[in-house]
DNA sequence: CTGAAAGCGCTTACAG
DNA sequence: CTGAAAGCGCTTACAG
């Protein structure tokens, strides 16, 4: 491990200033391409990369990305989304971010309590969030430049965001369901203010009216195991006019909903379809696979990155896009009788 | 968003030189107890926080880990584990930095072919190594220190890891279903050289020949799906001798092995015992539930982390505990017959 | 087009 | 016990 490089080795090496290096690093001033061609050649010859702290000392950017789950420390009692993902969500934004030459810090929830301290980041990503969620005050409070992925509808001025597009999202479920044979579709939707279960439930309701369809809609609490979607779903199937159809929202639905349709005897697709409104392990690992939408974790991570860096180089984002709507692919599988054939089957 | 004090405000106001105050802050040199009380006071009236890039510039430590997950770019192509269990990993590693006024980095696993450029990160956690493992090999190289959850066995004589107590885990998950009626137990591993399946496999091998059990070890590949797990369980069950219990050691062959015993008319756990050596979504929403090893990600995770800053503090980390072992809790569920009863058994 | 110099906010010998 | 000063490696006016 030979020490590392300075700006000062390559102006030397290159028989510049460190000015010269630096501008023909950066594209800023004017450098003669010639000279700039020669300084780069030092630069990959040393393999040189500038110190990112006396950069960040310098120009008050540390290139530094910080993201925030909704996730806590105690991550059983709290499974809203299924973990695996965020876990995509998170790598795939780490990443992206890399791309860009930008690091991305996985800031705990903690944060929000104990105050961003010191820590040098240019601005942050905060999934998930609820109506005027405080991980973006906090970062707000900062003067730090903001993105979520789903909209804070708190802050409806707000345009800097990565949103599923909901609306065409859940009516293509709903719209699949029908060309399945559903006629009663029941939504079980999580008893919480996430701007995406809000939307979810108002896209539903819209199709409700246009199609003049049945209103089953049950919220359901979000406590951890699936014991409440279990006991949610039996009540509906045990009712006078039980639906045919289920739309669960959160992936820890999916399993109770399951359980709930055995224990009810009813045959999946034969008397009952489900569909889930994130793609999961509990969807695609379900008994029969979940049909269920992805949400595509991975196109949300990269769009956020990529409008938060915008917005950090151009001044006041003049020209990156926002909104962002990321379109998900609606995985069909078994459960709504549409699957790929079972190997098992 | 008020303008951030620096530690020369913090002299100002405090009366002294800005040395006192970085003595007083960082413990070093000596300075009167009441200058540094009153130093304190005024640090925290102001809410003053060292700019970190000044600070990492200065004294070449950047007080930021790297995390750097076995998880690919392609999520989906690679849930060796289930991404529940890195994800649990990550936010617990985040909060035990932060308590150490570290902040944590993911490192996306592309760095290995980009290199580590000039991230500064004093050292970083490597989870789930392969022999010889190029993310460790890139940290050490460049001089930083590393620790691993789970061992790298091509590197025999580092000490610098976490790791479950593998050996006694399996031998508590084997003598479990010894207890509960097995006498067939059969091992589905996965064909990874992770330490950590590797170790597995010589602790079911040593009990084996220690109980005069039969080999029933079945190694599986890790292709994306659970097709592998149920060809593989599917053939233990039609085969002549079939097992009454099958411990399955990754996540993704939960699901596999539980559609091989339906598909093969076997109860659970009447006719057959399963258990999974991680604990996941997969095993905790199976039909039924499975029994499995909770190997304590939270736990692995804060070890590695102050195993880590306590080798950066230190002098070689001379009194740092190294390795440390965490021993899993073995979760009783339906599977063997030992659950908890299910509310709609 | 190029470079000398100031300075970002700290830490750390060093002198008192 | 306390402080003046050097310097970490950059970027950025500024002068030429």
Redesign the interface.
């Known amino acids: ?1 030979a020490i590392r490089p300075t700006i000062r080795d390559v102006a030397k090496a290159a028989g510049v200033s460190i000015t010269t290096v630096s501008h023909s690093l950066n594209g800023k001033g004017r450098v003669d391409p010639a000279t700039r061609a020669q300084v780069m050649q030092v630069v990959r010859q040393l393999g040189y ?6 950069r ?2 310098r120009s008050g950017r ?1 290139d ?1 990305l910080g ?1 925030l ?1 909704p ?1 806590r ?1 105690d ?1 059983q009692a709290d ?1 809203a989304l ?3 993902f ?3 969500l ?6 992206a971010a ?1 791309s860009r ?1 930008q ?9 929000v309590q ?1 105050g961003l ?4 980041i240019d601005g942050g990503i905060v999934v998930d969030p609820a109506p005027r969620d405080p991980r973006v005050s906090l970062l707000t ?3 730090l430049p903001v993105v979520t992925i789903e909209r804070d509808l708190g802050r409806p001025d707000d345009r800097w965001y990565v949103a599923s597009e909901t609306d065409a999202n859940t009516r293509q479920v709903l719209d699949h369901l029908t060309a399945q044979g559903a006629e009663r579709i029941a939504l079980l939707v999580p008893e919480t203010d996430w701007g995406w279960a809000t939307e979810t439930l108002g896209a539903v309701d819209s199709w409700i009216s246009e199609h003049s369809a049945p209103r089953l809609i049950v919220p359901v609490a979000m406590q951890p195991g ?2 409440s979607a ?1 006991q949610a779903t039996r009540r509906l199937l045990d009712g006078r006019q039980p639906p045919d159809a289920i739309f669960v929202v959160a992936a820890r639905f999916v ?1 109770g909903a ?3 349709a055995a ?1 009810c005897s009813r045959q999946i697709p034969g008397d009952l379809l489900i569909a889930a409104g994130v793609d999961c ?2 969807a695609r ?1 379900g ?1 029969p696979p979940v049909t269920a939408l992805d949400l595509h974790p ?1 196109r949300q991570a990269e769009a956020a990155v990529e409008m938060l860096v915008g917005r950090l180089d151009g001044p006041d984002g003049g020209e990156v896009e926002a909104p962002v709507y990321v379109r998900a692919t609606l995985r069909l599988r078994a459960s709504t009788g549409a699957g790929t054939p079972r ?2 089957a």
Chains 1, 2 share one sequence.
């Open positions: 491990m990369r500038a110190n990112r702290n006396a960040g000392l540390s530094t993201l789950l996730v420390a991550v499974e299924s973990l695996d965020y876990m995509q998170a790598t795939s934004a780490a990443a890399f030459e690091a991305l810090m996985l800031l705990p929830p903690t944060i104990t301290r010191g820590f040098g409070e900062h003067g699936e014991e279990f399993r399951l359980r709930a224990a392990v509990q690992e008994d991975e190997a098992s």
